[in-house]
Structures are given as C-alpha cells and as structure tokens.
C-alpha cells in the first residue's frame, strides 16, 4: 500500500457518523440513536442494531440502500431478491454527503423493519470508543411476538387484567416493560465491538 492510501486508511478508521434507528410502524415511536465509525461494514452495523434495539440476531436480515440489497451469504434461494454480502461492503462506501436513509428488515417473518438516518459524518474525538450509545425511547418487542400486529395484542392483554389471554402473556412475557430500555448490556455489547475495532486501528497504524 502507498504511503498516501495509509494515510487515507488511517483518517478513515477515525471518521464517525451520527445513526439514527427507528422501528416503524410503532406508536409511539421506538428509537435508538448511536454514533459509529463509517469504516464499520454494514455486517457490524447489522451487530450494532441488534445490540441497541435489544434484539437476538435469531432469524435472516438484509440492509436496503436505494435499489441494493445487502445481507448474509445464501446457499439457497430464499425468495428474496440477489443481495451483497454485507461484510464486504463498508458503511463509508454507500454514504451520501449529507444524509442517507438505509432500510433495514430483520426476521422475515415478523418483519421488523427500521428505517436507519445516517447523518453527521465528522471526525471522531480523540480517546472516545466508538460505537457510542446516544440514547434511545421504549423497549423494543420481544423476539417471536408476531410482528407490529402481534406486538400491539400483546400490550393489549398485558395491560388489561379482564383480557382472556391477559394470564398467558404475562407468563410469556415475563418481566418485559415496554417504557424501559436497559442500557447496561447495549452499553456492554457496544464496548465489545469497540474493542473489536480498537484492535484493528493498532493493527492498522502498526503497519504504517
């Protein structure tokens, strides 16, 4: 590698951009906001969504930027359309200059879909770990609830006594709060991944 595309590896490994997360379909909204490095490729921001809204990375997921679609290598044909391997491509490279929307589906079945707005691509500041929680509004669903339609019945029955599945949701739901978002393992699960990156950056500038 030349001396000036290091020196372009080395500040893009330090670019950030502010990401905001929303579960559509959802009243009121459920929102997480993070900041994270544009050299990140849309598989660890895949990871990073899961860490956020509290999900499980259990089923099938795919990004959808403009008219590509990005996602997990397929040996067999799910009845989606051909997608590129999210590891592979890196959030920097489909950014637009000043903001870019990104749809991104997780579960085919219940179909949670999220509407991603990437904006504030800048500089990170120096001896900040990224990625980096911001904030977020409610809990998300739990995994397996039905999709939005499932979601809203089951706050319905949790929330009326009189309900006739009122006793079993609250077996099946257990102790879930939809008001509550516990930031200790998004907090957790994010360090990890800066570490990830950390490593990277001193693997990076070790080359240099």
Known sequence: MSPSRRIAAADSVNEIATVRIELRGTDPLIWRE?????SITLKV???IIQSVMGWFDYHLWEFTIGKERYGLPMDEDWGTA???EASKVRLRDVLNPRKTTID????????????????GVRA?????SYPRYI????????????GIPGFYEMLEALAEPGH???????VWAD???????????????????????????LRLAKKN
Request: proline share 10%; aromatic share 8%; with cysteine.
């Open 34 to 38: 993070v900041e994270v490095p544009t």
């Open 45 to 47: 921001l895949h990871d």
């Open 82 to 84: 051909p997608r590129e």
């Open 104 to 119: 991104y589906l997780y579960d085919f079945g219940d179909s949670w879909e999220h509407r991603l707005t990437v904006t």
């Open 124 to 128: 990170g500041s120096p001896g900040t």
């Open 135 to 146: 904030g977020g509004e409610r809990n998300a669903p739990p995994e397996g609830c039905g």
């Open 164 to 170: 006739p599945n009122h006793a079993d949701v609250i």
């Open 175 to 201: 102790d879930y709060d939809p008001d509550a978002i516990d930031e200790l393992p998004i907090k957790y699960a994010l360090s990890r991944i800066a570490n990830r990156r950390n490593s990277a950056k």
